[in-house]
């Protein structure tokens, strides 16, 4: 039960630091796009 409420947890965190990073990523591209 334990292990379910922190893998959980993980998840969520994961997925929010790859919306981060791939916003982020998006971000460069179209600066380098732009240069």
Do not use: F, H, I, P
């Amino acid at each position: 039960s334990l292990t379910q409420v922190v893998g959980g947890n993980m998840v969520k965190v994961v997925a929010w630091y790859d919306n981060e990073w791939g916003y982020a990523n998006r971000l460069v591209e179209m600066a380098v796009n732009l240069n």
